[in-house]
């Protein structure tokens, strides 16, 4: 299986699950094309539908964002660029002396064998008030799961694939890959 993605972070969390599962995974690192719409699974559809036109063989997509509560659900399907732009100092600076620091970070997979096949997932958490952590990528220093006082960036990789957003997506891709093997 390939994963086409331009973040080594996501290769390297796919690459546990998949090594965990026996299943095979390479890398295509290219930079897609990703519209900026309104909900992770539209871009995610319109990314899966341009890649198909220029992939030979059987891939699959990520597309994750972060859903902050207080501000009505920013940086979302925009999290890309707001990371490039704001940065986790940014979102910081945004959530100033806010106490509702909920979040949801999600995950939609999409992979296309002679169908379009969409798996989601979620972690639920909140939003640090400072950075924490070396570990991880993107907004991994400043995003902290419920039930833990560590952030994803203090976690291990492993521990971070215990509950996240991504491995959530991933175990659903797993079971449906193990399935179509029967
Ligand atoms: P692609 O080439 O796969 O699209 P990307 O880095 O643009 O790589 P996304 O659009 O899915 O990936 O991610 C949106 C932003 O959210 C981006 O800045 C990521 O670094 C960040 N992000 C995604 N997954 C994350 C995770 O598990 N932990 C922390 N930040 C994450």
Not at 13 to 27: A, G, V
Not at 35 to 56: C, F, H, N, W
Not at 74 to 94: A, E, M, Q, R
Request: proline share 3%.
């Amino acid at each position: 299986m390939m994963l086409v993605t331009s973040n080594d972070g996501k290769y390297e969390e796919y690459r546990e699950i998949f090594r965990e599962n026996n299943e095979e995974l390479s890398l295509f690192k290219k930079k897609y094309p990703e519209e900026q719409l309104d909900s992770l699974r539209k871009v995610v559809e319109r990314s899966l539908y341009y890649l198909t036109g220029i992939m030979q063989e059987e891939f699959f997509i990520d597309d994750s964002g972060l859903f902050i509560e207080s501000l009505n659900g920013f940086p979302g399907p925009y999290s890309s660029y707001v990371f490039k732009t704001l940065g986790n100092d940014g979102i910081l600076k945004l959530m100033d002396k806010m106490e509702r620091r909920n979040a949801t970070f999600q995950t939609v997979i999409a992979f296309y064998d002679s169908s379009p096949h969409f798996f989601a997932g979620e972690v639920k958490g909140t939003i640090a008030t400072s950075k924490r952590g070396d570990n991880g990528f993107g907004f991994d220093p400043i995003f902290m799961p419920s039930g833990s006082y560590l952030t994803f960036a203090e976690m291990s990789r492993s521990e971070k694939n215990a509950s996240s957003h991504r491995a959530n997506a991933a175990s659903q891709f797993m079971a449906f890959l193990k399935k179509r093997k029967l």
